[in-house]
Structure formats: structure tokens, C-alpha cells
């Protein structure tokens, strides 16, 4: 079982595809993408080893993620090729939903367990404004499709901001009230490109935590993969409410998880200062050195992330790791 110096384990693998990003959300992309280096990304060999050997070091959880990862044409097999790999009882994926209704039927297929959509506003013109897309409709229709078909667990995340929703919970709760899905509000995160915005659009969490309690929403126990999200449930309402907020206090407290970037880095956090590259154990199919590798790797995972000190690493902006 993968464990650091303090005693966390790491159910749970954010596994990045790609960075690249077709959408220009402006917490994040807002000149759009900017390609910066050799797009030599993880091929399907590649993936299939770095999923067997972090299953065999207790993963039981993968999440497929970008930029946007149904950029890639093979994201299909990518699924599969994960799901079919013994000890993983779960492979979700995050995307903003572009084409959904196009990529679902694929992706059922390949069997999915679980979509995180990402949908910033509830208002078509807000969200063209935050995306640069008129697509919000589009999306919608494809959260449908997946509802329908049932036995895939979905979840819509929302990153807050002052200015573009932080308003408008009320939309959103309205929204839940007939539609089973896990909202997720995350606070925005500042990162190397945002620290201007971050300043302006930053809003607490917290302050949505005790407005629904008080409103009578109550607490879901997560399992030992499960994100970071505080859940809320409430009787009247068909959806939950989850809240992702990483300024809060002991947030890494409960920290299970591990990011391998779309150019084979392991990334220990988020906002690490650098990935630890593992492509030259990416070559063979032998993955005890890769296991070896990995082991190694943690004993470098820090304690907290240190946004409240304002050191954001490496991270120039969320797309690069699929957030």
C-alpha cells in the first residue's frame, strides 16, 4: 500500500491524458492553449503499465483526466484498458462536456463508472462568458443522456467565483431539487498565471457550508477513495451538494491521492514545485521497477499544499494536471 511519511495512503490516481484544452475558461485558460513544450504524450502501452503498477500498490480508483481528455481519439481504449485492470474497482473521468452527448455512448461502453462535467453557470450566457463556448444547452443535454442510462454515477463541478456565480447559488440549488447528480462547488485555486483574478474572484467555501446546514443539508460519509469533496444531502432535494475547499484548515489531512501528468511525471500534489518523471520505467512491461520508482517518490510528498502561503509550484494553470 502506497503511504508517506505520515501516514496517508493513496487510493486514488488523477491520470492525465493530455493538456491540451479546447475550452478558454478564464480562471484558467483565458488566452486559450498554449502549447509550451513536445506533445509527447502517455501512449496506451504507457498507461496500461502505470495502471497495473499502481494497482498492485493498492489504487483502487483511476480518474482520467486533461486538459480535456476527449481530445484523444483512443480515449475509449483508455478506458477499457483501465477498467480491465485487476484491483481497480473504479475509473471516472472529468471533462467539459464539449460533445458529450457524441462521446457517452463510447464511453458507457468502455465501461465508465463515474463523469465529473465541468458547468460553471447554470445561464447560457454566463457560461459562454466564463468558457468562450455557447455550448451550455449542448452539455446539458448530454447530462441527461447519461441520467437516463443509468448506473453511472455523475457529478457537475463548479468552480466559485464573485463575479461569474458566486451569486447565484439559489440557481443551482433549484437545479438539485429534481436532478440526482453530486454538485461540486470548488473554491478557485490561485496559480502561477491567476494571482490577479484569484484576488478578485475568491470566495470562501466555508460560507456555503454553514448556509447549508443551517437550511438542514447533513453530511455524507465518504469511502477511503473517495475525492476531497464535503458532501451534503438534503430529504426534499434529488441532488447532493459537495464542497471542494482547499483553504481550508487540515484540508491535507485526508490527502489519498496522486497526479501522473500527460507527459509521465508523477506529481506528489498539485502544486508541487516539479513532476518526478517515470517515462524511462514507462518502457517495459515489467513494472516492479516502476513500482520501485513510485515507492521511492513518496517519501518527498510534503505535508500541505502551501496555497496559504501563496506557493503555487509548478502550476501554471489547472489544465496542466486535470486539476
Request: charged share 20%; net charge neutral; proline share 4%.
Amino acid at each position: 500500500m502506497l503511504t508517506d511519511n505520515f501516514g496517508r495512503k493513496f487510493y486514488y490516481l488523477r491520470l492525465s491524458i493530455t493538456d491540451v484544452c479546447n475550452f478558454r475558461c478564464n480562471y484558467c485558460l483565458p488566452d486559450g492553449y498554449q502549447c509550451d513544450h513536445d506533445r509527447k504524450f502517455l501512449t496506451l502501452p504507457e498507461i496500461s503499465r502505470i495502471a497495473m503498477a499502481f494497482s498492485q500498490l493498492g489504487t483502487e480508483k483511476i480518474r482520467i483526466t486533461g486538459g480535456e481528455p476527449s481530445l484523444r481519439k483512443d480515449l475509449p481504449e483508455i478506458i477499457t484498458q483501465c477498467k480491465q485492470t485487476p484491483g481497480i474497482k473504479k475509473v471516472a473521468i472529468t471533462s467539459n462536456g464539449y460533445k458529450l452527448p457524441e462521446h457517452l455512448p463510447a464511453w458507457l461502453d468502455a465501461g465508465i463508472d463515474a463523469i465529473n462535467i465541468s458547468i460553471d453557470s447554470l445561464d447560457p450566457r454566463q457560461f459562454h462568458a466564463i468558457t468562450g463556448h455557447d455550448k451550455l444547452n449542448h452539455i446539458l443535454k448530454g447530462v441527461d443522456m447519461a441520467l437516463a442510462a443509468g448506473n453511472t454515477e455523475i457529478k457537475i463541478n463548479t468552480v466559485l467565483m464573485r463575479e461569474y456565480n458566486g451569486y447565484d447559488i439559489a440557481s443551482y440549488l433549484a437545479w438539485l431539487k429534481d436532478t440526482p447528480v453530486t454538485l461540486r462547488f470548488i473554491e478557485l485555486m490561485q496559480t502561477g498565471d491567476n494571482q490577479a483574478f484569484f484576488d478578485a474572484q475568491h470566495v470562501q467555501g466555508s460560507r456555503i457550508k454553514q448556509n447549508l446546514i443551517l437550511d438542514g443539508w447533513l453530511p455524507v460519509i465518504n469511502g477511503k477513495a473517495a475525492g476531497p469533496a464535503q458532501e451534503f444531502y438534503h430529504p426534499e432535494y434529488a441532488g447532493k451538494i459537495g464542497l471542494i475547499m482547499p483553504y481550508s484548515k487540515d484540508f491535507c489531512h485526508s490527502c489519498n491521492r496522486l497526479r501522473i501528468s500527460s507527459l509521465g511525471k508523477l506529481h506528489l500534489c498539485l502544486f508541487t514545485e516539479q513532476g518526478l518523471s517515470l517515462k524511462d520505467y514507462l518502457q517495459s512491461d515489467d513494472v516492479e521497477p516502476l513500482k520501485a520508482a513510485i515507492t521511492a517518490m513518496m517519501t518527498d510528498k510534503k505535508q500541505t499544499h502551501f496555497l496559504h502561503e501563496k506557493l503555487t509550484g509548478a502550476t501554471k494553470n489547472l489544465a496542466m494536471l486535470g486539476g
